[in-house]
């Protein structure tokens, strides 16, 4: 291998809205809401995945979604044409980020009283909202077949700090050069707690596993 | 389509670095050295396509590369080995972007005198980098059809600011629902200068236009 030079070019970040994450959170489980944080790179199938988790879940508990992009109105579009749930487009006006005070914001605007699950599609990017407690009680990422293998290497911290790690797109594996025994290995050994799901938003393979997990977490916060 | 809600929740970005942008831009101009800075989201091919690139063009010009991630050296490695040249890999420590004064630090490590072409290879991230200025005399943007073609509504800044958008992975146009027509509308409404070339860095197709561009910018700047 060619010789490679590494030099080290680091600015820290502070993250100081941890405590309005726990109100959030200590809010939404009093009322028996969960709530997930959804994120992933851009074009993962973030949108796809919750509309078929929504539409196969709606007819057993209430559910809510809220959608953060720069500026379109897109996602939650998408959400509210695919599943009829009422959804909240949050614009966070060119962050790559939402943060607990910006999620507080949102709640302002958005009756939760009564649901079940609430989900949080964050902007699509794996680095920011990896950094910032949004107030939810899980973090569940999406990593894409296309995007390939190597991304835990280059993304940690998104993968270290996700509950739940959904490998999207598995209909196209033969068309890329993925390995699944691989990304596992890699994920597990920065994240051993971490529940890998392989699934396909668009054939459904793979989701009746991802919804029984949000059953058993709903019925556990609950609880 | 069902109602969507819509706040905006803006913050300032500030980005002080043009001067120290300027002043990159100048001093590569004055020693013939062509900076490209080299953009996409996660997973769309920037490495495989500049070392194609690079491996196409080093007989006739001397090449150098940069490389910016959160902690790994993977890139910097992998175009290293694929095309012999000199990289340097720069960790921003969990930083969405790099700026003017982390190029200039990192070209304070890195030779580039008698280089004709120093390529920069941002972080993978639609957001962020979009937002700084690293100094680069060209951007230029990938974006890769499993990402999907509604990707230039939802990153607008990156589309808008990118001088040259490479449409990557186009040889699995097959598997995926992504409309060439409608991606380039929706680049040319938000950039009408911009330069779009559909390629397949596996396959090679579409990057001898590619190479002629880059030949045509070395030749401008040194003139």
Known sequence: MAEV????????????????????REQLKEQGTLFL???SGPGSGKTTTLSAVI??????????????DIESSIDA?????ATGVETLQIHNGGLCHIDADMVSRALLEYDTEGLDLLILENIGNLVCPAEFDTGAHKRIM???????DDKPLKYPLMFSTSDVVLINKI???????FSME?????????????????ISAKTGEGLPEVLDWIR?????LKN
Chains 1, 2 share one sequence.
């Open 5 to 24: 030079r590494v030099i080290e070019i680091h600015e820290s970040i502070t993250a100081a809205n941890d405590l309005a994450a726990d109100m959030i």
């Open 37 to 39: 944080n959804v994120m």
């Open 55 to 68: 539409n196969a879940l709606k007819g057993e508990f209430r559910i809510g979604e809220m959608d953060v």
């Open 77 to 81: 579009g998408k959400v509210a044409d």
């Open 142 to 148: 999406l990593l894409s077949v296309p995007e390939g």
């Open 171 to 177: 209909d196209t594996m033969d068309y890329f050069d």
């Open 182 to 198: 691989k990304v596992r290995e890699r994920i597990l050994s920065l994240n051993p707690k971490a529940k890998i799901f392989p």
């Open 216 to 220: 058993g977490e709903i019925a556990a």
